[in-house]
T-cell receptor, first 116, second 111 residues
Framework: GAVVSQHPSRVICKSGTSVKIECRSL??????MFWYRQFPKQSLMLMAT?????????EQGVEKDKFLINHASLTLSTLTVTSAHPEDSSFYIC????????????FGEGSWLTVV | QKEVEQDPGPLSVPEGAIVSLNCTYS??????FMWYRQYSRKGPELLMY????GNKEDGRFTAQVDKSSKYISLFIRDSQPSDSATYLC???????????FGKGTSLLVTP
């Protein structure tokens, strides 16, 4: 079946550095991918919608310059957390839209980011 | 008021019990309703989706949507210890694909 791969699954970085997280659709082409953030015992919060070949659409309150999203191909979207701070530590999850009906969205395994 | 409300639990049931998980929502524009299962420290897995009101059954799982009450449910029959996970409801309107998630209900099925 369709699979979305996310890498790395865990990353620890120093405060002030940048971290890149990759999201790949393995069995299908995804023109639309989504990036979420999830704090412990909290819901998934949509950060941005990533469209292949165009700029991402960010949700209100999400800093575009801090969370850089690139969707350069139909199977790959990347999230770069720039100048990371401890408060950026969280679980980041991507998802990819299969087809166009909007009802089949597959999630990656998530990436745990710890900023020390 | 959050758009999607879901009791976080935890909900503990014995193996074989029928489990009822619920969400309420406030946005009448929501038309598509999904249930995801999330194991600890993993990404969510799509279980079922339903369009508008009605019931949908898939094996031991039944999803119900009552748009008049803005209330959706997921029933799990003959629950198994492997069903222990967090269950997230999600929903969206006709326009756009972005999902609005509940907080998730933590379910524990004990042998």
């Amino acid at each position: 079946g369709a699979v979305v791969s996310q890498h790395p699954s865990r990353v620890i970085c120093k405060s002030g550095t940048s971290v890149k997280i990759e999201c790949r659709s393995l069995d299908f082409q995804a023109t639309t991918m989504f990036w979420y953030r999830q704090f412990p015992k909290q819901s998934l919060m949509l950060m941005a919608t990533s469209n292949e070949g165009s700029k991402a659409t960010y949700e209100q309150g999400v800093e575009k310059d801090k969370f850089l999203i690139n969707h350069a191909s139909l199977t790959l979207s990347t999230l770069t957390v720039t100048s990371a701070h401890p408060e950026d530590s969280s679980f980041y999850i991507c998802s990819a839209l299969l087809g166009k009906d909007g009802n089949t969205i597959y999630f990656g395994e998530g990436s745990w980011l710890t900023v020390v | 008021q959050k758009e999607v409300e879901q009791d976080p639990g935890p909900l503990s049931v014995p193996e074989g019990a029928i489990v009822s998980l619920n969400c309420t929502y406030s946005n009448s524009a929501f038309q598509y309703f999904m249930w995801y299962r999330q194991y600890s420290r993993k990404g969510p897995e799509l279980l079922m989706y339903t369009y508008s009101s009605g019931n949908k059954e898939d094996g031991r799982f039944t999803a119900q949507v009552d748009k008049s009450s803005k209330y959706i449910s997921l029933f799990i029959r003959d629950s198994q210890p492997s069903d222990s996970a967090t269950y997230l409801c999600a929903m969206r309107a006709n326009s756009g694909y972005a999902l609005n998630f509940g907080k998730g209900t933590s379910l524990l099925v004990t042998p």
